[in-house]
C-alpha cells in the first residue's frame, strides 16, 4: 500500500536533488510539471523549485493530477482495502556507460544510432543523458581507457547494456545504412530473441534485442 509518509519524503528528496543539481531529476521536472516543459538542465536548476512543486512532481508520477488528488487518492485506498499489500514495479532502467570523451561519444550515438542527447553536463562534459525512444544511456567520463588491456580479448561479448525493441531486424537495417559494424550482427538466440551488438568508440557492448519474427 501506498504510504503517504515515504511520498512526503521522496518530495522532500526531489527538493534536495534539484538544489544540488542532481542531473537526473531535472528530466523528471522537466517531464511532468508544466511550468518547467521545454526548459533544460540547466534552466530548470536556475528555476524557483519548491516542496509544493517536488509534491506535485510526486504526484504527477503516480498518476494524479496534484498533491491533493494524490492524499485522497491514498485515502480512498486504505478506506477500501486496508489488507492490501501491493509490490512496487520496475518501469525503466538507465545503465550508465564509462567512456573517455562524453562529446565523441555522444556523436557516435547520436550520429550513427539515432539516439538524441537528453542533457550533457561540465565544460568539458563529464556527465550526459542519451535517449531513443523509451531508452536512457547515462553517459561517464572516466580517465584513461575504460577497459583494462586484454579484457575484450577475455571477455569478448560481456555487454554494457541491452536495449529491448518491438523489431529488430528493422533497426539493424538502419543502423547497416549508416554504415556500423556490428561485433555482431543479427542472428535468432536459442531462446528465440532476436539480437545484434554494437561496440561503440570506447568499446562498450549495446545488445539490441527484439521478438522473434518471421
Not at 553517459?139 to 523489431?167: C, M, N, Q, W
Amino acid at each position: 500500500m501506498t504510504n503517504l509518509v515515504h511520498l512526503r519524503k521522496q518530495a522532500k528528496l526531489f527538493l534536495r536533488w534539484h538544489r544540488e543539481r542532481y542531473f537526473p531529476v531535472a528530466t523528471k521536472i522537466s517531464q511532468h510539471l508544466t511550468r518547467f516543459r521545454g526548459l533544460n538542465a540547466t534552466e530548470v536548476f536556475t528555476t524557483e523549485f519548491k516542496l509544493s512543486d517536488a509534491q506535485e512532481l510526486v504526484a504527477r508520477e503516480n498518476g494524479f493530477d496534484n498533491w491533493s488528488a494524490l492524499r485522497k487518492g491514498i485515502d480512498a485506498m486504505q478506506t477500501n482495502d486496508k489488507s492490501e499489500v501491493k509490490t512496487s514495479t520496475i518501469l525503466s532502467a538507465e545503465p550508465q556507460l564509462f567512456v573517455s570523451d562524453i562529446q565523441a561519444t555522444s556523436k557516435f550515438y547520436v550520429g550513427k544510432l539515432g539516439f538524441t542527447v537528453v542533457f550533457s553536463y561540465g565544460e568539458p562534459a563529464f556527465y550526459a543523458q542519451i535517449g531513443r525512444g523509451a531508452a536512457r544511456l547515462n553517459l561517464r567520463k572516466v580517465e584513461g581507457p575504460v577497459f583494462a588491456e586484454g579484457f575484450r580479448s577475455r571477455e569478448r561479448d560481456a555487454l554494457s547494456a541491452t536495449l529491448a525493441l518491438d523489431h529488430a531486424k528493422a533497426l539493424f537495417l538502419e543502423f547497416q545504412e549508416n554504415g556500423i559494424e556490428f561485433h555482431q550482427p543479427l542472428r535468432t538466440e536459442p531462446w528465440g530473441a532476436r539480437t545484434f551488438i554494437v561496440e561503440d568508440p570506447d568499446g562498450n557492448l549495446i545488445c539490441f534485442s527484439g521478438p522473434s519474427r518471421p
